[in-house]
């Protein structure tokens, strides 16, 4: 028996995609603790899966059999935790690695590297954030892909502030666009210019990752606001403005109002994320945009970065650990 246990991501911007540019996409972000996934992974006969996102988890499976050159006669996946999918935090991306990860090492073949293991579960094709992340934890920044490349480079990866704080607020009744719908939107959306991936990144390597290494909170959250504009116009014939929903819009304003700099939506949304510099204030900020908005608890949450990645771990982990 395997157990996982893998952070999700937060996705601050996409750099490039033009057919003038050598290199697609590439991108910035963070690994958060909560939420995140949890899953345990069994030998069996045949595959088989429980709880939330099974059949997502069972189809991981699938394809890593299908494609990784030993025999896998079967696997039992039980999700014991999962975010809902299709809200920008790369739930498919983390689930599927944690499933490649747990079978090939139940099947003793444990040395993918990301490259590999994302190809086996069919993941990584644009953003490469979730996918080193998973094994690095931290702030992320990765360079974008040429087409012979099956994953894109990892550039930065650096620790991530511990005493900083992230509030995430995460609409229940808004979802971002994901498969199908994701797809055509790329097809159809105009390519971003020259000049905004050259902003964008000037932003990240001259103001965003500095600030960070010299932990500038100010700096750090004025660079990303910055970032989360010029990324999030760039997607504006796709979702509809710089943020997918006007709920969306009107809850940034509402957080840049009360003096916090770094505010943006994660990848599609509709996760929007507000860095702060400690525990207190994030309870604070949360507690007040829960009331301006009548969110539920579960809409508004407090967490921090993650800065080591998944654990894997053989047989059952102590009591209390998965919970």
Avoid at 114 to 133: C, E, F, M, Y
Avoid at 160 to 167: D, G, K, Q
Avoid at 242 to 266: P, T
């Amino acid at each position: 028996m395997i157990e996982v246990r893998t952070p999700c991501r937060l996705h601050f911007g996409l750099l490039a995609y033009s057919s003038g540019q050598s290199r697609q996409y590439g991108g910035v972000g963070v690994m958060i603790k909560r939420p995140d996934i949890a899953l345990r992974v069994t030998s069996a006969d045949t595959f088989t899966s429980e709880g939330p996102l099974a059949d997502r988890a069972a189809e991981y499976a699938r394809r890593f059999a299908a494609r990784c050159g030993r025999p896998v006669a079967g696997a039992h996946i039980r999700v014991l935790r999962a975010p809902r999918p299709h809200t920008g935090l790369g739930t498919g991306t983390q689930l599927g690695i944690a499933v490649a990860k747990a079978l090939s090492q139940m099947i003793g073949c444990d040395n993918g590297g990301p490259a590999k293991l994302a190809g086996l579960v069919g993941r990584g094709h644009r953003s490469a954030i979730g996918t080193h992340g998973f094994f690095t934890g931290g702030f992320i920044v990765e360079g974008g892909k040429v087409e012979s490349e099956n994953l894109s480079p990892l550039v930065v990866q650096q620790a991530f502030p511990s005493n900083w704080r992230i509030v995430l607020v995460c609409p229940n009744h808004l979802a971002g666009l994901a498969g199908d719908r994701e797809i055509k939107a790329f097809a159809s959306m105009s390519s971003i210019s020259d000049e905004a991936t050259s902003r964008m990144c000037r932003l990240v390597l001259l103001a965003l990752t500095p600030a960070l290494l010299e932990q500038d909170l100010e700096g750090f959250g004025q660079a990303l606001y910055e970032l989360q504009q010029v990324a999030g116009s760039c997607f504006k014939q796709a979702q509809g403005g710089v943020y997918a929903d006007r709920l969306l819009e009107q809850v940034v304003h509402f957080i840049r109002g009360h003096g916090v700099y770094g505010v943006g939506q994660s990848s599609w949304g509709p996760s929007l994320y507000a860095v702060v510099g400690d525990e207190d204030h994030a309870t604070e900020l949360a507690g007040r945009i829960q009331k301006k908005f009548q969110f539920s608890p579960g809409e508004v949450m407090v967490t921090s970065a993650d800065n080591r990645g998944a654990t894997v771990q053989p047989g059952a982990m102590p009591a209390g650990s998965l919970s």
